[in-house]
C-alpha cells in the first residue's frame, strides 16, 4: 500500500517535479541583526537587514550594526527587499495586506541611510515583493496571495516576474512554472536575484529553499532548473557581488543575516 501511495504521489506531481534536482547549501556565517524580518541587501562594505519600516545597516565584516533608517509606518508599511544598486538602496515597498494592492519603489542614500526619492508604481499585477537591476533593466516580482492580502479573482499562481525600462515601462512578463508555485502556496514570491551565471534565484515565503530559474527560450513560464536548500525560511535575498556563489539570506525565527554559498547549478 505505502509503494502505491509514493507512486499515486510522484504520478500526481509529475514527471517535471520529478526531474528537478535538489542541491544544498553551505552556511559560511550567521549574523545577529534584530531587524531580519523581510529580507537582506549586501554592498561592498555592508549588509542591510530589512524589517518593513526599518533598514539596519551592519559592518559587513565585524557584524556589528553603524547606522538606522526608521520610516513612518503610515507612508512605508511594508519595505519587503532592497538591493544595492551603485550608492543607493533599491527597495521593493507595498500596501501589504491591505487592498486593493498598490506598491512603490523607494531609494535610499546608502552612505547617509535617508530616503531620497519615490517610484509611485500604484496598482499593478500584484503586491511587488523585490525589485532587482540586470543588464540594464529593472526586475520585479508581483505577489498574490491565496487570502490574507490577496484580491478576488487571483492567488498565489498570479505572481509574475516583469521587466521594466528605465523609465518603469513594462517590457515583457513571466508566469513562475507549477513546480515552483506549488511551494509558493498559499503565499508567493519574497526575494529574488540574478547569479553570476545569469540565472534566476527565487525564494517563496516560508520554505527553506532556493528556486534556480532561466528565462524561456519560448513561451512565458520561466524554467525551474534546481532547488537549493538552505536554512533561511524564505523571505528577501542579496547576492554578494564581490565573491561570485555568495549569498545572504535572513532566518525570521532567530533574527538573523544568513551567509551561504551555493552549489553550480549544472
Not at 538606522?68 to 511594508?78: M, S
Not at 533599491?90 to 535617508?114: G, I, L, W
Not at 487570502?147 to 487571483?154: D, F, I, L, M, T
Request: net charge positive.
Amino acid at each position: 500500500m505505502r509503494r502505491l501511495l509514493v507512486l499515486a504521489a510522484w504520478l500526481l506531481a509529475g514527471p517535471a517535479a520529478a526531474q528537478v534536482p535538489v542541491l544544498k547549501a553551505e552556511v559560511l556565517r550567521r549574523l545577529p541583526a534584530p531587524e531580519a524580518r523581510q529580507g537582506v541587501a549586501v554592498d561592498a562594505r555592508h549588509l542591510y537587514a530589512i524589517d518593513n519600516s526599518v533598514i539596519g545597516k551592519y559592518d559587513k565584516a565585524a557584524g556589528r550594526r553603524v547606522a538606522e533608517w526608521t520610516g513612518d509606518r503610515g507612508r512605508f508599511p511594508h519595505i519587503n527587499s532592497c538591493e544595492a544598486v551603485g550608492a543607493e538602496l533599491v527597495c521593493a515597498s507595498s500596501n501589504y495586506p491591505a487592498t486593493p494592492m498598490t506598491s512603490s519603489v523607494e531609494v535610499f542614500d546608502a552612505r547617509r541611510m535617508v530616503h531620497v526619492r519615490t517610484v509611485a508604481l500604484g496598482q499593478q499585477v500584484g503586491s511587488l515583493t523585490w525589485v532587482v537591476r540586470h543588464q540594464g533593466f529593472w526586475w520585479a516580482a508581483f505577489a498574490n496571495y491565496d487570502a490574507r492580502g490577496g484580491e478576488p479573482g487571483r492567488d498565489h499562481r498570479h505572481t509574475q516576474l516583469v521587466k521594466f525600462d528605465d523609465q518603469w515601462r513594462r517590457t515583457e512578463a513571466w508566469s513562475f512554472p507549477e513546480t515552483v508555485l506549488a511551494r509558493f502556496r498559499p503565499m508567493s514570491s519574497s526575494g529574488g536575484g540574478f547569479g553570476s551565471d545569469g540565472l534566476l534565484y527565487v525564494t517563496g515565503h516560508d520554505h527553506p529553499e532556493l528556486y534556480v530559474l532561466r528565462l524561456p527560450v519560448g513561451g512565458s513560464t520561466l524554467e525551474h532548473l534546481a532547488t537549493i536548500e538552505l536554512p533561511i525560511e524564505g523571505q528577501a535575498i542579496a547576492f554578494d557581488r564581490a565573491r561570485p556563489g555568495v549569498l545572504f539570506g535572513i532566518s525570521r525565527s532567530t533574527r538573523e543575516l544568513v551567509e551561504v554559498r551555493l552549489p553550480k547549478v549544472q
